[in-house]
């Protein structure tokens, strides 16, 4: 069997190599392979020495780890096994006992009865034997003549002899008694040194004593008053007699009546701490249970039917245990969403029942599983509790950007951002975004349950919920969002302050990037390992953590700058259709604009056209406005002017009906309307470069619409390339009109930062812009 085994083992082994290494070998060719670990003669040191001769240290070190790896996966996943059956195996364990009692049993009672029928045997032939009244009276008389022979004194004194000891409470001499009963009654039976019935009246009387003495050590291991040792005692001396199952029940029985006696006096009531309640309750089961785990270990050791059923007793009595805890201190507590109360009770029950570890009991994944409801509860309720308070705010915030206020937390500890953080006053919020901020850290004050309990994920996600309502309030505020909400029937919308001027529009980007790029992950940094005990204080293990950062909390901070450009996005569109559009529905930007000027402009002074001047004049307010709110934060203020301008610039590209005037309108675009077309793009590209918020893609769809518009020129039958003016009159006439509305010097042609990210990208010259169009 053992060969087999083996067999099966290397098999197996070898298997599972070949499907982890894929389909590289299969049919004849891995079967070979597969005999060679199979023979008999395999020898596995001599196999892995002739392999890793090849190798070097560092393949070495790589492999040794590799299956140090595999040997934590394997006692993990054999740990969940034993766990998953352990009620099947404590359950086979217990029958198998009662079976062993029963065969005990049933072997003794054969003995009995082979006893008497020897006895019985024995009599008949002595009676068939004696047929003579003389060998009779021969007999009679030799019989009375012998006297009793000091065996037979000792087993007519024996009854007497033990009911003084169990009288005298002399256990431990009873006890000797019984040993010493049971070896002569052994040797009267082999050496037929007693009669049959001396024999049967010897053996009664042990097993009546025994059944005696069992029964007063019982009543005295159920009594509150016995002390540690005398049940120890009397435990131990119950084993000793045979009865193994029984003295362990009496064991664990007797702990489970002191503690539900000690807790007699403890009272909750709907004013009690639930910590202090939860600790006290603590320290009263899990002390029990340790009590019960040393008495257990030091009478029967480590038999693995009596340690099986010390888990279960202990698993039930953390079941009951977390059933109070839950009732009288976590029910109130997470239906208020009292997360940090909730965390402190989860936390005093953690503490103690860890003690139960050194003692070979791990019933902490117990009460985490049936402590999980509860603090879920009170997870969600908190959560909900920070978006009804914040939606609350966001009705009466003025949108006003301010140095967060001091305020004093739960703990204690001061809340603003600027004391203790590491941040400095610069980064300002208004009124909701500093209470959302504050609540959210206040949230993270204690994350040790949530990590233990695997809630870290479900934190995330709860809070970016959360976080994703605030930015939809946030885009409610901008005007014109709640009268289209309103219209829409059924709407259940908050109440949101309307945010009236640009300032007060770029406060919502203000709060909603400085939460998003910068406080929330650093509040949810708590909630990575890097922060907890034992991390900390091993240099190789942070290091190790820091390589590898949880990709969750990644993906978790990108959702949140996707949340945060849907309201960037919604503000670059308010503010591009107000460009685009008329209060009476009308556009500023029309195909007629360019194909009705020649003939009827004097183009003796050329400028960009007025909405394109407007765009430019907006986007150098909205610059100056965000210097002040995007303090260390430029780049949000340069991808919104460049979202911005690209919204704009992608409406007149994907304009269906603009195109279709310029291409096939009544009359064709002429080379003055081209002139100012292409004036105007240059224009774009002119302020867009000098602010450095000119993109690859914004530039490139300038470029496309450019080469379109010449497109439709080519019609007239004239080279747009050749009748269009040099690059430089274009740049002149850009530099003046900047100049003209913003009344700053005029700059020296391409005189920018080179290392900014936008610099790279200027404006083409006329002939790049041939160049692209024929291609």
Known sequence: MASAKTSRSRGSMVSGKAVNGGALENGPQLEEKLNFFMIDSFDADVYVQSKCHSLNEKEIRQLCSSLLDLKKASAEEMRRSVYANYTAFIRTSKEISDLEGELLSIRNLLSTQAALIHGLAEGVNINSLSTTEGSKARGVSSYEDNEPSDIDKWSAEFPDLVD?????????????????GERVAAEAKEKKTLSPAVLKSLQTAITERKQKLADQLSEAACQPST???ELRAAVSALKRLGDGPRAHSLLLNAHYQRFQYNMLSLRPSSTSYGGAYTAALSQLVFSAIAQAASDSLAVFGKEPVYASELVMWATKQTEAFAFLVKRHALASSAAAGGLRAAAECVQIALGHCSLL???????????????RPSVEQALVANLKRIEESTAALAAADDWILSNPPTVTRHSGRSSAMSVGSGMSSQHKLSSSAHRFNSMVQDFFEDVGPLLSMQLGGQTLEGLFQVFNSYINMLIKALPGSM??????????????RIAETEAQQIALLANASLLADELLPRAAMKLSPLNQAGVKDDPRKRASERQNRHPEQREWKRRLQRSVDSLRDSFCRLHALDLIFTEDGDTHLRADMYINMDGNVDPSEWFPSPIFQELFSKLNIMAS???DMFVGRERFATLLLMRLTETVILWLSDEQSFWDDIEEGPRPLGLLGLQQFYLDMKFVIYFSSQGRYLSRHLNQVINDIISRAMSAFNITGMDPYSELPEDDWFIDICQETVERLTGKAKTINGDRDLNSPTASVS???????RSHGSS
């Open 164 to 180: 003084v000891l169990l009288a005298e409470r002399r256990v431990d001499e009873a006890l000797d008694a019984f040993d010493e």
């Open 227 to 229: 002390r540690s040792g």
């Open 625 to 627: 406005i965000a210097v």
């Open 763 to 769: 404006a083409h010259s006329v002939s790049s812009i």
């Open 357 to 371: 570890e050194a003692r070979g009991l791990a019933i902490c994944p117990v009460l985490l599983k049936l402590f």
């Open 483 to 496: 009268e289209e909400e309103g219209n829409m029937e059924g709407s259940t919308n908050k109440i949101v």
